[in-house]
């Protein structure tokens, strides 16, 4: 299963715009990437997924690098609401595979009023 | 539209005891995922419904830990007998579609269980 790999920890200040990066060096082809989050004391929900091309919705974008290699969740103005852990995940969407999530530790985003 | 439901919340027990957890997915999600969330770190997968059947139990230890879906519907996540390792949050999810790519998996608030 493929790894990703992402900062421990990242501080933003409110209301200004947040980049979280991911690396994915050794994705395959069929690898979709996903975001999760999750708020303290909850479990985690989705945020966003893609597979070659940028995606946006009312959450959040997410900027995937040219060779696939790497991602980058922006949220576009963070509020304190978006203090959460932030997970980076690849699935494998074939028939033979497990759909299945691997979540690593993610990053801790603080967010500053 | 009620999300995944799991009860209790909160659970201590002695080591050597029996504890379950119960989990009630969204209402028409076919698929339903047990994990376990250690401190500090991301949830992993012990176990996967599709319907019925356990299509993928190979992370769950078997030794002492067991889970049902009676009916595709609720299901039951049960440990016995406890060890202090087990202390963690046990996470339920759910996906609304079978074998097809599902993009999204709901999550319950867990449950939190402390062995002594």
């Known amino acids: 299963d493929a790894k990703t790999t992402q900062p421990n920890s990242m501080e933003s ?3 200004e715009p947040v980049h979280l990066p991911c690396n994915h060096s050794t994705i395959s082809g069929t690898d979709y990437i996903h975001w999760y989050r999750q708020l303290p004391s909850q479990g985690p929900e989705y945020v966003i997924h893609g ?11 997410l900027a995937i690098a040219e060779d696939r290699k790497s991602s980058t969740l922006i949220l576009h103005r963070a509020t304190l609401r978006d203090a959460a852990v932030y997970y980076c995940i690849l699935r494998d969407d074939t028939t033979s595979g497990t759909y299945k999530y691997i979540f690593g ?4 985003l603080k967010v500053l009023a | 539209e009620a999300g995944v439901v799991q009860s209790p919340r909160y659970k201590i027990i ?4 029996p504890v379950a957890f119960w989990c009630n997915p969204i209402s028409g ?10 401190l500090g770190q991301g949830p992993e997968l012990l176990i996967r ?7 993928d139990d190979s992370q769950l230890p078997k030794d002492r830990f067991s889970a049902e879906r009676l009916k595709g519907v609720d299901s039951t996540l ?6 202090l390792g087990d202390s963690a949050v046990y996470l339920c999810a759910s996906s609304p579609r079978t ?7 709901y999550f319950g608030p867990g449950t939190r269980l402390t062995v002594t």
């Open chain 2, 99 to 105: 074998g097809e790519r599902t993009y999204e998996q």
């Open chain 2, 78 to 83: 049960k440990i016995q007998p406890a060890e």
């Open chain 1, 51 to 61: 597979l070659t091309s940028n995606v946006n919705n009312r959450m959040a974008s």
């Open chain 1, 13 to 15: 200040n409110e209301e």
């Open chain 2, 29 to 38: 999600h076919n698929t339903l995922y047990w994990y376990r969330q250690n």
């Open chain 2, 14 to 17: 002695e080591k050597k005891q």
């Open chain 1, 105 to 108: 530790t993610g990053t801790r």
């Open chain 2, 49 to 55: 419904y599709e319907n019925e059947e356990a299509v």
